[in-house]
Each structure stands twice: as structure tokens, then as C-alpha cells.
């Protein structure tokens, strides 16, 4: 092997090594880490998702703030209540930590996705009342914003969906 595929290899081993697995993470343990005020929260995110546990876990070893961490679990509920994908959260917060990005742009990242996240579903409830086919539109809404297309121009492809979806009907 060459030297640039061994320097690789071993970059993604010391990236992945510093992470905590699920099976790793002691609840007890966690709770204790966390802050008085971030404790419920914890113990009721993380008891329904290992991906959150986890990603506490790291969050804390890689010295997150209060903020931060309390940000992530108020996002963490709302996803949880409304049934949004809890991966897409600590995916992002993972990711922030791999890329050693401060907790404030993790928040401000975590927030964009937020607002992406209700505009798409409420934007595929307007064409799809099954599920699956929903959660593909809120997806592919999702990534054509985090892409950089805005709200209003998702809203006007919408429009003309609606009104070739008329002009057909009518036929």
C-alpha cells in the first residue's frame, strides 16, 4: 500500500475510534455527566433512541456546551413527537464533531435543519396522504434546500404540480 492509503486508513481509524458505540454508552453514567437542569430531557430522549444516547455521550467528550447539548435535545423531542427521523439529528451533530465544529454552528446547523424539516412535511402533505410516499417528497424537499433552493421556488414547482395535477383531471 502507499503511503496516502495508509495516512487515510489511519485518519478514519483515529475518527472513528474517539466515537462511543450504542452498546457502550452506561445511562447512569451519561445522566451524570449531564447538566441538573438537561437531565429529564436526557433520561427521556435518550431512553427511546440509542442514536441519541450515543451521541450525547459524544457530544460530552468532545466538550459541547449546555447549549448545545440542550438545543440538540429540544430538537431531539420535537423530532420524537412528531415522528421526523432522529438519524438526521445525530447524524448532523456527528458529523459536526468529526469536522471539530463548535457547538454554536452545530446549533445553528441543527436549526436549519429544523425549519427544513417542517416546511418538507408540510409541503408533502399538500400531495401525498400515504406515507412512505410522503417521507420521499419531505427527503428529496430536504436536500433540494439543503442544496440551496429556497422555499418560495419549492413553492412554485408545487403550484404547477397542483395545477398540471388539475389540468389532468379535467381531461
Known sequence: MNKITITVIFIFSLM????????EVDMDELINKTPPELQKQVR?????????AETLQN???????????????NKVEQYQQRGYPVSDLTDKVNEGMAKNVRGQMVSRALNQMAQ?????SKFAAQFASKKSVRQQI??????????????????????????????????
Open 16 to 23: 472513528f475510534n474517539t466515537f462511543v458505540s450504542a452498546a
Open 138 to 171: 419531505e427527503e428529496n424537499v430536504k436536500e433540494a434546500m439543503a442544496a440551496g433552493m429556497k422555499k418560495e421556488d419549492i413553492q412554485a414547482v408545487g403550484s404547477m404540480l397542483n395545477q398540471n395535477m388539475q389540468q389532468n383531471r379535467n381531461m
Open 59 to 73: 457530544m460530552y467528550q468532545h466538550g459541547y456546551s449546555k447549549e448545545t447539548v440542550g438545543n440538540f435535545l
Open 44 to 52: 427521556q430522549t435518550a431512553a427511546k433512541s440509542k442514536e441519541v
Open 116 to 120: 427544513r424539516q417542517e416546511f418538507a
